[in-house]
């Protein structure tokens, strides 16, 4: 029986937004789904070279952010906030045993899950090919759609 | 304690999804056709996910076993 076939495209370079698509590609890799990632926008941040742990989560304009005591919207715009967010977050995957973002990307690789780089955003954005990690292909809409078209999920995160 | 025979431990306590599950594919995979591969894990998603897992793969859970907080899977792998 073929393998079923999965997409994701990743276009946040947040923290908490670099996570559903890596945790997903590798597991669906370790049921034997073959999976593509399709990184744009944003989302190319977690595939720059050296980049994957340094994801921030912003503490503003989300509500459900856990903080040790409520901070006000105006406090979370200070310098350092994000900073102490980000280190928050961090610490709590940490501490329940989640493997980092750069950890995920890795066993992507390993497990054979296709990445595939936005040639049109890197443009925008001033990403050269070489500042993205190894292993990674570049190509546009229709590369990914060629890859959807047979695929069972297509995600777009 | 289970009177099932293993060949390989996997000890995946304190990880947390999708650890538990990517330890396990490769520690499978490892493995020859029939044998038995026991997981013992803390995440309380793995009882579920580790079903799922096995249907997908066609790998074969010959039990699975609950005590204070941990879950102990006897994997075989059937191919």
């Not at chain 1, 926008?41 to 409520?70: C, E, R, T, W, Y």
């Not at chain 2, 249907?55 to 204070?68: D, M, P, Q, W, Y």
């Amino acid at each position: 029986m073929a393998n079923k076939k999965m997409t994701i495209i990743a276009s946040k370079g947040s923290l908490d937004m670099a996570y559903p698509p890596l945790i997903l590609a590798t597991t669906a890799a370790a049921m034997d789904v073959d999976v593509t990632i399709f990184f744009t926008f944003f989302g190319l941040d977690i595939i720059k070279k050296g980049n994957a742990d340094k994801l921030k989560i912003s503490p503003i304009g989300n509500p459900a952010m856990p903080m040790p005591v409520p901070i006000p919207t105006l406090i979370a715009t200070l310098p350092g906030m994000e900073a102490m967010a980000t280190a928050m977050m961090k610490s709590m995957f940490n501490k329940h045993g989640v493997a980092t973002i750069g950890q995920l990307l890795d066993l992507a690789k390993e497990a054979g899950v296709k990445l595939i780089a936005c040639q049109m955003t890197m443009d925008v954005m001033g990403v050269k090919q070489s500042d993205i990690v190894d292993g990674v292909e570049f190509g546009g809409a229709a590369t990914w759609l060629d890859v959807a078209a047979d695929s069972q999920i297509n995600l777009f995160v | 304690m289970s009177d099932i025979k293993f060949d390989q431990v996997l000890d995946a306590k304190g990880m947390s999804c999708p650890l538990p599950i990517l330890k396990t594919k490769k520690a499978v995979e490892a493995l020859s056709k029939d044998q038995v591969l026991k997981v013992e894990a803390t995440d309380a998603g793995s009882k579920n996910d580790m079903a799922s897992w096995a249907k997908r793969t066609g790998n074969e859970i010959l039990k699975v076993e609950e005590a204070s907080g941990t879950f102990t899977f006897y994997i075989k792998k059937t191919s």
